[in-house]
């Protein structure tokens, strides 16, 4: 998309059609799950009507170009996380569903005990602390949290006096759900890592905010949903480093995660198949690759600069990014703020740097708040 459009991104978006109490819809609830373009809806219609059959299973017709679309679509998820591999991406029904599974078959290998520690912090959404506690309680590890300062941040104090506990597992959000906190989670990742912690993040709230890049994190997994970033219900992702996929235990039993079946033993798929028992949500991985499209033709620059224009104060932790929001926004409005928004901006400076919440803006042509984008190893680097 060139330039900035705000009528025509909200064309692509059917619902924003409606009108509710004699006015158009506006939605601001994006963090909780967002509406759907119609090059998502198009997808997921087009597989319905000349697509649908079973996967990975049947000779005919319908059952290959099927399977294609499936694997195509992981192969899509693959390159938008820079994962290594389209092994290391694992459907999942979404967030909640990725950890569950981290959790499980963590549980299941052993490496869990009695005298070992898991550390989340106090920013998590629920999905991220109760899989970690039903752990605690089958092993008997004991469950640590980080504090939260008043302002968002995570005690970065803390995090260390807890590293050198030497929990066997770190899980953390990327971005919060409830403060917009953007967790500087790369510094993080490497001192748990240097602490002999496996790390877990929860992108349910970044996916659609941020570049994600699971290599450059060197993350060992990281989760997400489909239905907050343009994608159906019901649909996840769960990438996995293929070290730690290959030797953890599978989790559900069924169809599609064996090899071979015997009832002296079975034998189990291999990557990435061996974690998807039973049918898939074909339809739903499908669009999410659609919408991972549609996320990638969205231009986030010129989303910003319309922000800035709008009196934010938005930054990208990359000069080099900073420097071309400066000049996309001269180009696109000619100039950047005005005296009420120099007011505005003092204000939120006070809160934060950043990248806007691009979805806010995106349905209400209102900028909504702004969160800290960076990766950055330092504790201001946080919302504050
Ligand atoms: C940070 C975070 N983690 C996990 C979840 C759970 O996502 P889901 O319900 O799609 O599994 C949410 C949903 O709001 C979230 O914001």
Request: glycine share 8%.
């Amino acid at each position: 998309m060139s330039g900035y459009d705000v009528s025509a991104l909200r064309a692509q978006f059917p619902i924003l059609e409606h009108e509710v109490h004699g006015k158009p819809l506006v939605y601001l609830d994006n963090a909780a799950t967002s509406q759907k373009p119609r090059a998502v809806l198009d997808v997921s219609r087009h597989y319905y009507e000349e697509q649908n059959s079973n996967i990975h299973r049947g000779t005919h017709h319908l059952a290959q170009i099927a399977t294609a679309a499936h694997e195509e679509a992981r192969e899509k998820v693959a390159v938008h996380l820079n994962a290594s591999s389209k092994e290391e991406i694992i459907f999942t029904s979404g967030t909640t569903d990725g950890i569950n599974l981290v959790a499980t078959v963590l549980g299941y290998s052993g490496r869990i005990g009695k005298r070992d520690s898991i550390l989340i912090s106090n920013l998590e959404h629920h999905s991220n602390t109760v899989p970690w506690q039903m752990l605690c309680e089958r092993t008997g590890a004991e469950l640590k949290v980080i504090p939260v300062r008043d302002d968002g941040t995570l005690e970065l104090d803390a995090f260390h006096r807890f590293l050198d506990e030497r929990p066997k597992l770190v899980a953390l959000t990327h971005i919060s759900n409830a403060f917009g906190t953007v967790l500087p989670v790369k510094p993080l990742i490497q001192a748990a890592h240097e602490a002999g912690a496996l790390v877990l993040i929860d992108g349910a709230q970044a996916i659609p905010h941020l570049p994600v890049d699971v290599q450059a994190l060197d993350v060992d997994f990281y989760v997400f949903s489909g239905h907050k970033v343009y994608a159906p219900t019901g649909i996840g992702v769960l990438f996995g480093k293929r070290e730690h996929l290959d030797d953890l235990p599978p989790w559900r039993g069924g169809g599609e995660m064996i090899k071979k079946v015997d009832y002296a033993g079975t034998t189990y798929n291999d990557l990435p198949f061996k974690y998807e028992a039973g049918t898939p949500n074909i339809e739903g991985a499908i669009a999410l690759g659609a919408a991972l499209d549609f996320l990638e033709g969205f231009d986030d620059l010129d989303a910003a600069a319309h922000a800035t224009s709008a009196g934010m104060d938005l930054r990208f932790d990359d000069p080099d990014r900073s420097a071309q929001l400066a000049r996309r926004s001269h180009r696109l409005f000619g100039r950047v703020g005005d005296a009420a928004a120099g007011r505005r901006n003092a204000v939120l400076r006070q809160q934060a740097l950043g990248l806007i919440f691009v979805n806010v803006h995106l349905f209400s042509g209102t900028p909504g708040p702004v969160v800290l984008l960076t990766d950055t190893p330092s504790s201001t680097n946080q919302l504050g």
